[in-house]
């Protein structure tokens, strides 16, 4: 029997911009979902695949991971680092790797929380074939990602997002690769770019066997945007979350709790509140009367979401407070305050799928409900309403009464009455 690789590179370097108003202070991997962060449950997936040994790419910049997962103890598994000094792609982080790569390595991002999924039937072909193994799934959108050109199993060439009606199949590739390193000196050749790994595999290909395994019906899951954070939560919810309330937790006979909720310790919940699971609630939290926390929702520690307050597939971090708001298909950073009557629009008038700006350009989510992307350290005053897909940046203040139909930088403070007294004062 071959024996089967046992090492795997994560990449974890990014800069994270395209994440913006979060991963200012963490690795966005380092976003928690039940209580671990995204990594967590990479790493767990690669110690069920017999993965004995990583190599974890990351930034100087930021220690994050290096803080939590230090050596791989607590995993099972031997951890080492290699550092990428600039964000030039994907071939340049693992060429950083390089001299730490065995003989055959597989190469994954930092949130592949399904990753034994892909590798059990890569490593099942593998024992068939030996050598470089890809993953393919087909996409409706082949044009959003490297495609396949294919012959039976065999890789002859990956096109990197394809002109519309020029794709060469419609078998997008998976982020997960089994490689050799004899890879090396095909990248090493190629001058960094965003599609440098996939050329450096092409021309691979074209001198040795590479082969695709494909899968149909695969959840697949990437990081690049802070809305990804919904699916990945959902997907760990319908897969981890079970049903459990600390007997520490101070339940009103008068609240409703219904399906799969997990309530932390010290949590009061009042009368006439309704939570619907899967929905977690952290420790050290109040939950006020008449408040209604629909499915998918998880509420951090230490957070209080008061009367009348209504949160819908949400994702609040720690020390957030809430009073009579609607917060829906949003995400918030630790550390913001909310005003009476603060309501985020969820979905757009027209019902088209709602757009957002990254980095300048304008980003269709592909989400028919998608609320606001809160910073760390945000404060609103009363009835501010915030449209669908707008971000607001870490520290900012948001005064009474404005409405927020573009994204806030950083540090910003916005009052809409203050601007009109001064264009009043000028005119």
């Not at 089967?4 to 800069?15: D, F, M, R």
């Not at 994050?64 to 550092?83: D, E, L, P, T």
């Not at 897969?239 to 932390?264: C, H, Q, T, Y």
């Not at 757009?355 to 998608?370: L, Q, R, S």
Request: proline share 4%.
């Amino acid at each position: 029997m071959v024996k089967k690789p046992s090492q795997a590179v994560i990449l974890a370097a990014g800069a994270n911009t395209r994440f913006w108003p979060l991963g200012k202070e963490k690795h966005k991997a380092m976003y928690e979902i039940l209580g671990k962060p995204i990594l967590h449950y990479t790493l767990e997936e690669l110690k069920q695949c017999g993965i004995k040994e990583v190599v974890m790419v990351v930034s100087p910049h930021d220690a994050s991971i290096q803080s939590y997962v230090g050596n791989g103890k607590k995993f099972g598994i031997r951890i080492q680092y290699a550092i990428q000094q600039n964000p030039l792609g994907m071939g340049d982080a693992v060429l950083a790797a390089k001299h730490h790569l065995q003989d055959l390595f597989f190469v994954l991002n930092a949130s592949s929380i399904n990753c034994a999924e892909v590798i059990k039937p890569m490593l099942a072909l593998f024992q068939k074939c030996p050598t470089s193994i890809l993953v393919a799934t087909p996409t409706k959108q082949p044009w959003l990602y490297g495609i396949f050109q294919l012959q039976g199993n065999k890789v002859l060439s990956i096109a990197e997002k394809p002109k519309q009606g020029t794709e060469p199949s419609n078998l997008r590739v998976v982020g997960v690769y089994l490689l050799p390193k004899d890879l090396i000196p095909f990248l090493e050749n190629i001058p960094a770019s965003d599609d440098s790994f996939e050329q450096a595999i092409t021309a691979y290909a074209r001198e040795n066997p590479v082969y695709a395994v494909t899968l149909k019906n695969l959840a697949t899951f990437s990081l690049k945007y802070p809305w990804h954070l919904f699916a990945i939560s959902k997907y760990l919810m319908d897969r981890f979350l079970k049903r459990g309330i600390s007997k520490k937790a101070k339940i009103s006979k008068k609240a409703v709790i219904e399906g799969n909720v997990a309530i932390g310790d010290n949590t009061r919940v009042m009368d006439y509140a309704i939570i619907k699971g899967p929905c977690t609630i952290g420790s050290n939290c109040m939950i006020g009367n008449n408040t209604l926390i629909r499915q998918y929702s998880s509420i951090g520690d230490n957070c209080m979401v008061g009367h009348d307050t209504e949160i819908k597939n949400s994702i609040i971090y720690d020390d957030v407070h809430f009073h009579k708001n609607f917060f829906g298909e949003s995400i918030v950073d630790d550390g913001c305050r909310f005003g009476a009557g603060t309501i985020t629009a969820n979905r757009r008038l027209d019902r088209q799928t709602v757009k957002t700006v990254v980095k300048g350009e304008k980003i269709d989510t592909g989400m028919d409900f998608f609320g606001t992307i809160c910073g760390r350290n945000v404060k609103t005053g009363i009835n501010t309403s915030i449209m669908p897909g707008i971000k607001i940046g870490n520290g900012c203040i948001i005064g009474p009464n404005t409405n927020l139909l573009e994204d806030v930088e950083d540090n910003a403070t916005l009052y809409a009455e203050f601007k009109q007294m001064v264009k009043k004062k000028n005119d």
